[in-house]
T-cell receptor
Framework: NAGVTQTPKFQVLKTGQSMTLQCAQD?????MSWYRQDPGMGLRLIHY???????DQGEVPNGYNVSRSTTEDFPLRLLSAAPSQTSVYFC?????????????FGQGTRLTVV | LAKTTQPISMDSYEGQEVNITCSHN???????ITWYQQFPSQGPRFIIQ???TKVTNEVASLFIPADRKSSTLSLPRVSLSDTAVYYC???????????FGAGTRLFVKA
């Protein structure tokens, strides 16, 4: 049982480049979300999805796009990378779109923008 | 808007009991209090959840008073491997979002 899988684990981008961080879950979870974590800080919610075809903004959505075409996948797109987007990105899934349910996290993607 | 407040950091020694208190004055009637643990370079993982009184599992205990405006995570006899950040979460009222605060950084010393 893989749980939540994120790829890649590490990535270096140049300013202005675009890329997609992949997130997949095999638990048939309804709710998926993306967070970023800067050094010494807590997690900040970027975008979330309550089901296939439905996405919404979190606390820090600017510079990021998401889509949810299937239940399993929830990719995060950086449109034009900036040094301020250097961070560790975590994807998570919950069985239901209910914050009282347990969130399962991936291992993270460490992104550096130079 | 349910917001949580917890200490930024705590130090302890191996073998001691550690109690981390979280305040959540505006918790909604139907909401639970959930605690997560995060080790360096890893995603957070669920450790315990409760609604009222006391909950205990193999990792921790969670104490919630009758007014539910605070909760205390208790880690019995901590070891060096319990060094981590601990997050207390309460749902945002009426929403689907799971919002993390800054957490409590626990450092266990030998």
């Amino acid at each position: 049982n893989a749980g939540v899988t994120q790829t890649p684990k590490f990535q270096v981008l140049k300013t202005g480049q675009s890329m997609t961080l992949q997130c997949a879950q095999d638990m048939n979870h309804e709710y998926m979300s993306w967070y970023r974590q800067d050094p010494g800080m807590g997690l900040r919610l970027i975008h979330y999805s309550v089901g296939a075809g439905i996405t919404d903004q979190g606390e820090v959505p600017n510079g990021y796009n998401v889509s949810r075409s299937t239940t399993e996948d929830f990719p995060l797109r950086l449109l034009s990378a900036a040094p301020s987007q250097t961070s560790v990105y975590f994807c998570a899934s919950n069985r239901q779109a209910d914050p009282n349910t347990e969130a399962f996290f991936g291992q993270g993607t460490r992104l550096t923008v130079v | 808007l349910a917001k949580t407040t917890q200490p930024i950091s705590m130090d302890s020694y191996e073998g001691q009991e550690v109690n981390i208190t979280c305040s959540h004055n505006n918790i909604a009637t139907n909401d639970y209090i959930t605690w997560y643990q995060q080790f360096p370079s890893q995603g957070p993982r669920f450790i315990i959840q409760g609604y009222k009184t006391k909950v205990t599992n193999e990792v921790a205990s969670l104490f919630i008073p009758a007014d539910r405006k605070s909760s205390t995570l208790s880690l019995p006899r901590v070891s060096l491997s319990d060094t981590a950040v601990y997050y207390c979460l309460v749902p945002i009222t009426g929403g689907f979002k799971t919002i993390f605060g800054a957490g409590t950084r626990l450092f266990v010393k030998a």
